[in-house]
């Protein structure tokens, strides 16, 4: 290894570093390391650029979009809201959605899946008086658990398996390794299963029995809201207490008109029919919450009693480690001035912080409930500084009537993702059905969510995340310079070889290890990407099969459970949550240890024996031997 070998070393150690620090955004810091390998002469402008133009780094960028139609119609809801029904303890309340988004989230990219649940679990917590600290947790680390179980469940699975089907095995000497649809499916069901289970026997014990003091706000000022019963609701012909409105939270219905007449005083069993007029005062954010049932359209004629305050509204959100106001207080990062928004409150770990606003300084993972207008949410809820959790109110409509289209294109996605081109190879050309790669199937499914309005062209682009989408491609440039400079192989050589003389499994064991610590310095994604050269290396020189090795760093890059930094989904849910640090510890680090033994006993089951036959060369074809006297030839 060369002084370019040392210098990638270096650089790298510099990323750790930076990203340990958490002062500057992950995608900035992974163009820094580029261009300084471009600037060493280290990586070629095209070697620097390949990531871009990866189908795995494009197939995540138009699975965003999918996951955008599914958000913008309010499909999940469809989905869900007959399994989560009317849990009555902690337990239940778990159950009903836990299993759901694990399943879900096998299909659709976990991090939109938790903000779309995210609503879904604050009116849990408010309305069947749960814990929030017994519901927020489980949703991110139940999201998480379903994105192991599939291809296109996690953006790391989609990219690494990408580059397991583009690797010149055999120019490694290592036989042919591939990635499919459910090639993952049988470690991370096993893992998924175990994980729920572990999750509704321990949560109640492991988990915060109670969150932390709740925003104080004014609420005393009630606010009359009336909705109407579309034609073809779910709704019609059930109770209102079939139906649910008989028990929001401060809520109160006090009349429903029909046909002209009025009717107060209404009783549980009075039901429903189509026109119906339900006249409602509560508090804003449930008044905001009944016009998001599915059915339920608002009034159009519908009279507010504060004309001025109704055109702003109150949003929850999670400052990122991204966000520039981090380190600084409220007043000095200008945050009005900066967003347009005023900050009401501020939440750190469950807690209201005292002093006064504009003196806090804010660190990643606190929770402001801001004033906004309807710009804000539209300009915001998608940028890099922080994450939108709860839009009281503001947010776009969901686009009930096309819910079941955003669905439908969610199946044909997986459909094609997982039988495209063998199906297609029936009636087509194998010229045309071959195309039919997991990027095209991504694709067809981005366009059809716009083309059928289940969500606009502004809201696909917005529902990119492009910061994850560069630090992925960047993630490439610096596995080439491992690999051209050498250092993949010297880390092989020299971390992994000891390992290896103990054995393979201790060898796979120390592989799961290494990529769940670079987990909690990089994203889930450049580990994974970082980690493939090193794993090429060491089992070409061990002559060990690749494909259990490289399912292990799949699953450690996800199932990182112990600190909120493992995953993007942990600080999205620790304000709302009322998580402190030690939480995540305590609750996810049996979950770590499960997961990983799991792993690391199942792979080299599922995927053959961990050390393989190196492909022998092919060998000059001898003459047949004499025939023996009295034998016929021939």
Same mark, same amino acid.
């Given at each position: 290894m060369g002084w370019q070998g040392w210098a990638t070393g270096l650089l790298i150690l510099v990323m750790l570093g930076a990203f340990a620090r958490n002062k500057i955004g992950p995608d900035l810091i992974m163009l820094g390391v580029v261009l300084a390998l471009l600037l060493l002469g280290i990586v070629t402008p095209t070697e620097a650029v390949k990531g871009f133009s990866s189908q795995g780094v494009l197939t995540v960028a138009f699975l965003y979009v999918v996951a955008t139609g599914l958000k913008?119609?309010?499909?999940?809801?469809?989905?869900?809201?007959g399994i989560i029904g009317r849990p009555k303890t902690p337990l239940q309340a778990q159950a009903r959605f836990i299993v759901p988004v694990t399943f879900l989230s096998a299909f659709v990219n976990n991090t939109p899946i938790v903000a779309m649940f995210m609503p879904v679990i604050s009116s849990i917590s408010r309305r069947f008086g749960v814990a929030p600290s017994q519901l927020f947790m489980p949703l991110s680390f139940a999201a998480i658990l379903g994105g192991v179980c599939t291809l296109i469940g996690t953006s790391t699975n989609v990219v690494l398996g990408d580059l397991i089907n583009k690797h010149d095995w055999a120019k490694s000497?290592? $036989?042919?390794t591939r990635m499919e649809m459910f090639t993952i499916s049988a470690v991370g069901i096993p893992i998924?299963?175990?994980?729920?289970l572990y999750m509704l026997l321990f949560a109640r014990r492991l988990l915060p029995s109670a969150a932390g003091a709740t925003l104080d706000l004014e609420r005393s000022k009630q606010y009359v809201g009336a909705v109407k019963v579309a034609p073809g609701s779910p709704v019609i012909g059930k109770s209102l207490e079939q139906a649910g409105l008989r028990h929001l939270p401060g809520l109160f219905l006090s009349s429903i008109e029909r046909d002209g007449e009025v009717i107060h005083a209404v009783d549980p069993e009075f039901r429903l029919?189509?026109?119906?007029?339900?006249?409602?005062?509560g508090i804003l954010e449930s008044v905001v919450d009944l016009q998001k049932i599915r059915g339920l359209v608002p009034v159009s004629d519908e009279v507010r009693p504060d004309a001025v305050r109704s055109r702003m509204q109150f949003?929850?959100?999670?400052?990122? $480690?991204?966000s520039p106001l981090v380190g600084q207080s409220i007043r000095e990062g200008g945050f009005r001035t900066r967003y347009g928004a005023v900050v009401i409150a501020v939440q750190r770990q469950g807690h209201v912080l005292p002093g006064k606003i504009g003196?806090?300084?804010l660190r990643p993972g606190d929770t402001l409930l801001l004033e906004t207008t309807q710009k804000f949410i539209r300009t915001h809820r998608d940028t890099n500084d922080?994450?939108?959790?709860?839009?009281?109110?503001?947010?776009?409509p969901p686009r009930h009537d096309r819910a079941w289209l955003s669905l439908g294109v969610l199946a044909l996605v997986i459909a094609l993702m997982s039988f495209g081109e063998s199906f297609l190879a029936w009636f087509l050309p194998a010229s045309i059905s071959s195309n039919m790669t997991e990027m095209v199937a991504a694709l067809l499914g981005a366009a059809l969510m716009v083309a059928m309005r289940c969500c606009t062209g502004p809201q696909a682009r917005s529902g990119i995340n492009w910061q994850v989408l560069i630090v992925i491609a960047c993630s490439f440039a610096v596995g080439t310079a491992m690999e051209k400079t050498g250092l993949a192989g010297a880390i092989a050589y020299s971390v992994l070889g000891w390992a290896q003389s103990i054995g393979p499994v201790f060898l796979l064991a120390v592989v799961y290890l290494i990529a769940m610590f670079f987990t909690m310095l990089l994203s889930n994604n450049a580990a994974a990407i970082m980690m493939f050269p090193i794993i090429v290396e060491a089992c070409a020189m061990h002559g060990l099969n690749p494909l259990p090795f490289l399912i292990a760093v799949c699953v450690a890059a996800s199932c990182e459970f112990s600190t909120p930094l493992g995953y993007q989904t942990h600080l999205m849910v620790m304000g709302p949550g009322g998580y402190k640090w030690l939480d995540f510890t305590r609750f996810g680090l049996p979950l770590n240890v499960l997961c990983a033994a799991i792993c690391i006993a199942g792979a080299p089951i599922a995927y053959g024996p961990i050390t393989v036959e190196r492909p022998a060369p092919a060998a000059e074809a001898s003459p047949p031997p004499p025939a023996q006297a009295g034998t016929p030839s021939g």
């Open positions: 913008e119609t309010g499909a999940m809801q469809i989905l869900t809201a000497g290592l $036989p042919e998924a299963v175990a994980g729920v029919q189509a026109g119906d007029v339900l006249m409602f005062v949003t929850e959100v999670v400052v990122s $480690p991204q003196d806090i300084v922080f994450y939108v959790v709860s839009p009281i109110e503001g947010a776009s």
